[in-house]
C-alpha cells in the first residue's frame, strides 16, 4: 500500500526519486517523505529507510494496521483488495485486458470477444474504472491507460496466487507440524512441484522475470561490477538478469545455470535474443556443482533455503571460484527495525513457500563468512533487493 500525499497519489513506486514526480509521473501536489535514513512515519511507526550510498531511491509504505482505526476501512480494505485481485486475474485470464491494449472497445465487444454476459462483464467494467485501472472514453467505449499495461504485467504475479491461497490455508496446521506451507497445501516441495507442473512453472518464471525488470535499473544505476570476463546467473530461471548484465557489459560472456528442465524452458527465448551467441546454457543443481565463472549471481536463490542448505550453495561456488572472482548476492535484506515493506512481506512468503527466509544484513554477511567469504560491497536497496557482494578469503 502506497503512503498517500497531499494529492492523494500514491508514492511506493520503485525508482529514483525526481522532484515533481511519483512514479514518473508529473507530481500535482507535495508527497510526504519521511527524512533520509528516517526510520519513523508519520504516525510514529518505523516505515523504512534510506540508507547512504543509494542516492534517491525511496521506499514510502503503508502499514496495513492503518486501515484498522474503524471498522468500515478494515472491511473495505480487505474486500476492496480481494475483490480487486479476483477482477484483475479474471480481466486477465479472459482477454479483456489483452483486447483493450489493443484499441478501445465497447462492453459489448468485450462480452463477445470473452465469453462473459453483457450484463455481469459491465459490473465488472463499473469495477475496473472506478478503480482506476481501466478508463471510459468518448461514446462509451473503454480504453486502456498505463495503469491497464500494469495490471497485464503483473498477471504473472496474480497467477502466482493460485498457490500461495492454498499454502494460507495451510499455514496453521503446516507450521504447527515442521512442514513448510507449500509442501503441507501442494503435496511436494515448490521446486519438485514446478517440475510437474511446467504451466504453473512456466508462469512463475514469467514473474521472477518481471521481479528482475522491476530493479534492473536499480542495480545498474547504483551498483556497478568490477570487470569481469564471465558471469554465471546461479538459479538462474529465464535469463532475464543474465541478459539485462551482458547488455550492459558488452565483451562479456554468461552462463545461465538452473535445473535441467528449467534451463531447457529458456532455450527458446535465450536464442531470440541478440546477446545469444554470448550465452552458454548448463542445466544442474546448484546443491552438486555448478560452472566456473568470475562473477556469480545469486538473486531471490538463498532466501529460499535455511543457513545450512545456503551453505551448500556457497560451498559449491566457492570450491571452482578464482581468487579474484566476486559473488553477488540479490536478495531482499530486513531492515533492523522491522518495518511494513517489501522485504518483511517477502520473508513470510519465503515462510509459505520453501525452508528460506530474508535475511538482515549482519545475519548475510555471517552467511558469507561461513561460507568462506568477505563482504566487499553491500548497495542497499530499501524499496527491493539489495546487492551483497563478495569475494573469496
Ligand atoms: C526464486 S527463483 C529465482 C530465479 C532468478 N534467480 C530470479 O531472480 O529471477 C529460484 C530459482 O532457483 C532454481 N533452483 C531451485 N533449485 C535449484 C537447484 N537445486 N539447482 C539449480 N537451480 C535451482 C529454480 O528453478 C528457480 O529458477
Redesign the pocket.
Known amino acids: 500500500m502506497g503512503e498517500r500525499g497531499a494529492a492523494g497519489k500514491r508514492a511506493d513506486c520503485l525508482g529514483p526519486a525526481k522532484p515533481g514526480f511519483v512514479c514518473g509521473r508529473l507530481r500535482p501536489g507535495p508527497v510526504e517523505r519521511s527524512a533520509p535514513g528516517s526510520l519513523r512515519g508519520r504516525i510514529g511507526r518505523p516505515i523504512g529507510l534510506r540508507p547512504r550510498g543509494t542516492r534517491g531511491w525511496l521506499m514510502t509504505t503503508r502499514a496495513i494496521g492503518q486501515h484498522f482505526d474503524t471498522a468500515d476501512d478494515a472491511f473495505n480494505w480487505a474486500n476492496g483488495n480481494a475483490i480487486g485481485l479476483i477482477l484483475i486475474r479474471l480481466a486477465n485470464e479472459s482477454g479483456i485486458v489483452a483486447r483493450l491494449l489493443s484499441g478501445p472497445a465497447s462492453v459489448a465487444e468485450l462480452a463477445r470477444a470473452s465469453g462473459l454476459p453483457t450484463d455481469k462483464l459491465g459490473r465488472i467494467v463499473d469495477f475496473l474504472v472506478a478503480h482506476e485501472l481501466v478508463e471510459a472514453g468518448e461514446g462509451g467505449l473503454l480504453q486502456a491507460t498505463p495503469r491497464t499495461a500494469m495490471m497485464h504485467e503483473a498477471a504473472s504475479y496474480i497467477r502466482t496466487l493460485d498457490l500461495t491461497f492454498p499454502m494460507g490455508l495451510e499455514m496453521l496446521p503446516a507450521l504447527r507440524s515442521g512442514k513448510t506451507p507449500f509442501e503441507a497445501a501442494h503435496g511436494q516441495p515448490v ?1 519438485s512441484y ?1 517440475a510437474s507442473h511446467p504451466e504453473q512453472a512456466a508462469n512463475f ?1 514469467r514473474f ?2 518481471w ?2 525488470r522491476r530493479i534492473e535499473r536499480f542495480i545498474f544505476a547504483e551498483h556497478p561490477f568490477h570487470p569481469f570476463g564471465t558471469v554465471a ?5 529465464g535469463g ?2 543474465l541478459l539485462a548484465v551482458l547488455g550492459h557489459y558488452p565483451g562479456t560472456r554468461g552462463v545461465l ?3 535441467p528442465e ?1 534451463a531447457e524452458r529458456a532455450r527458446p527465448a535465450i536464442a531470440a535474443s541478440p546477446l545469444a551467441d554470448r550465452v552458454e546454457i548448463v542445466g ?4 552438486d556443482a555448478v560452472p566456473a565463472a568470475d562473477l556469480y549471481l545469486l ?3 538463498l532466501h ?1 533455503w535455511h543457513d545450512d542448505e545456503c551453505r551448500r550453495i556457497l560451498g559449491r561456488i566457492r570450491a571452482v571460484i578464482a581468487p579474484e572472482g566476486r559473488v553477488a548476492v ?1 536478495d531482499h535484506l530486513l531492515s533492523d527495525v522491522p518495518a511494513p515493506n517489501e522485504s518483511l512481506s517477502t520473508d513470510i512468503a519465503m515462510m509459505l513457500w520453501d525452508t528460506g527466509r530474508e535475511r538482515k544484513r549482519h545475519e548475510m554477511e555471517a552467511l558469507l563468512v561461513s561460507s568462506g567469504f568477505r563482504v566487499d560491497r553491500v548497495t542497499a536497496n530499501p524499496a527491493g533487493h539489495s546487492v551483497v557482494e563478495a569475494v573469496p578469503v
Open positions: 521446486f514446478f518464471g521472477m522475470g521481479m528482475t546467473d546461479i538459479g538462474g530461471s532475464d538478469l545455470f538452473d535445473l528449467v544442474g543443481s546448484f546443491f538473486k531471490q536463490i529460499d540479490i
